[in-house]
């Protein structure tokens, strides 16, 4: 089946302006136990002082513009209504309280690159949290054009491009600001649109990347009035006709994605649903390409590395690495100390660091290449699953780029 083009009819109806609305903060810390957040503190204390001298700290800006910002999305204890604070030290990782409700699933965080300070973290239930200190503290955002209908959305992608901005959510939903977030407008969508949002790349001045969780790829260059199909064809529909060249699983596919991935310079990997096997698709090509998994043991997520090749996660803890650094089919078993749980997201800080995140606090480190891992006990004692581990890129204030590493529970 092929991918039609999507075109908006009417935009009459988009509103130019929203206001923010934002929790009162409070000078006191939160009596209970919030869902946290980790950020890196590798950089916070200058590498060197004298032995007679105290350490110093940098402020949080330099941080940002001297390292990464790490985020590692969690689901843990009940929260109450308040502003996040950062409150508690551990290894290099500082915890976040968030004002979130119980149950909330964060799902991507995203800072406008003209202002790193500015802030949007999203999830589920609706939840969109806003920072103006650098991650810092995080309120409660509310959008009242994504407030307007009955429905409880979940917002999967967020993607910034100078103040130019993109939100994508389920039920379809696109949010769209040109003032860095201040306010956002939304953009009607076609209903022809095949399957979910899940993710959404803000690519140039009006210009944006969309995919769904059924492998339409659809990019637009006018703020989203018009979208144009990058793949001919379904991923249902390239397995038709693939499967008798031994894609194994294919015919037990669903129609759907678990997990997709996309690289700096445009290229994709996704899981299927059942983690059967892998496709992957660069810019040009007419569909999606299957590969056969190289493990026995079913599929939990795949990425880029920073030097083009691939990592893989399988269920139960395994982690692997493509030989390599082109595409390619061929994979080895890296040993890691997962404690027998599951490995869920792998961001790749530099060609040589990297941090890979999952169940029961599991938080690994390598820093050559991931030829070896050690275990981070920062989350140890935190009753919580680490579901992403994000944006992990080292910034400068003149030059921001952002990598996509994400995981999205299907």
């Keep these: 089946m092929a991918m039609p083009n999507l075109q908006v009819s009417d935009c009459s109806n988009l509103k130019p302006s929203l206001t923010s609305l934002f929790a009162p903060r409070l000078l006191h810390r939160p009596l209970t136990q919030h869902h946290p957040r980790f950020i890196s503190k590798a950089s916070l204390q200058q590498p060197h002082h004298?032995?007679?001298?105290?350490?110093?700290?940098?402020?949080?800006?330099?941080?940002?513009?001297?390292?990464?910002?790490?985020?590692?999305?969690?689901?843990t204890l009940s929260a109450l209504q308040l502003p996040a604070k950062s409150e508690e030290v551990l290894s290099e990782w500082e915890r976040v309280y968030l004002p979130t409700d119980p149950g909330v699933v964060l799902l991507d965080i995203a800072f406008v690159p003209d202002d790193l300070?500015?802030?949007?973290?999203?999830?589920?239930?609706?939840?969109?949290?806003?920072?103006?200190?650098?991650?810092?503290?995080?309120?409660?955002?509310?959008?009242?054009?994504?407030?307007?209908?009955?429905?409880?959305?979940?917002f999967n992608s967020i993607s910034f491009k100078g103040k130019e901005g993109w939100i994508v959510g389920k039920p379809a939903i696109l949010l769209y600001t040109s003032d860095a977030g201040e306010s956002w407008g939304r953009i009607p969508l076609s209903a022809q649109l095949p399957g979910d949002m899940v993710y959404i790349k803000a690519t140039g001045e009006k210009s944006a990347e969309m995919v769904t969780d059924q492998g339409a790829i659809y990019v637009t260059s006018n703020r989203g009035y018009n979208w144009r199909a990058a793949i001919q064809e379904s991923v249902s529909a390239t397995l038709n006709r693939t499967v008798s060249s031994g894609i194994s699983g294919a015919s037990y596919y669903t129609g759907t994605f678990n997990t997709v991935n996309r690289s700096p310079d445009g290229r994709y990997v996704a899981v299927s649903s059942r983690g059967n096997f892998y496709l992957t698709w660069e810019p040009g090509q007419p569909f999606w390409q299957p590969h056969n998994r190289a493990v026995a043991r079913r599929i939990q997520n795949m990425g880029w590395r920073a030097d083009?090749?691939?990592?893989?996660?399988?269920?139960?803890?395994?982690?692997?690495?493509?030989?390599?650094?082109?595409?390619?089919?061929?994979?080895?078993?890296?040993?890691?100390?997962?404690?027998?749980?599951?490995?869920?997201?792998?961001?790749?800080?530099?060609?040589?660091?990297?941090?890979?995140?999952?169940?029961?606090?599991?938080?690994?480190?390598?820093?050559?290449?991931?030829?070896?891992?050690?275990?981070?006990?920062?989350?140890?004692?935190?009753?919580?699953?680490?579901?992403?581990?994000?944006?992990?890129k080292p910034v400068r204030l003149d030059e921001v780029t952002h990598d996509f590493q994400k995981t999205f529970p299907i």
């Design 50 to 75: 004298s032995s007679s001298s105290p350490p110093t700290f940098v402020n949080r800006r330099q941080l940002i513009s001297q390292t990464a910002s790490l985020s590692l999305s969690v689901a």
């Design 117 to 154: 300070n500015h802030g949007f973290l999203l999830g589920t239930r609706q939840t969109i949290l806003e920072t103006k200190d650098g991650g810092n503290t995080w309120v409660p955002r509310s959008i009242p054009s994504a407030e307007d209908e009955d429905f409880n959305y979940r």
């Design 308 to 392: 083009g090749g691939l990592w893989l996660l399988v269920r139960g803890g395994g982690l692997f690495l493509s030989k390599g650094t082109g595409l390619t089919e061929d994979f080895e078993e890296i040993p890691v100390q997962s404690r027998g749980f599951g490995i869920l997201d792998v961001g790749y800080r530099s060609m040589e660091e990297a941090w890979a995140a999952g169940g029961s606090g599991v938080l690994l480190r390598t820093t050559n290449g991931g030829k070896s891992w050690t275990r981070d006990k920062a989350a140890d004692n935190i009753p919580s699953n680490l579901y992403s581990v994000n944006k992990l």
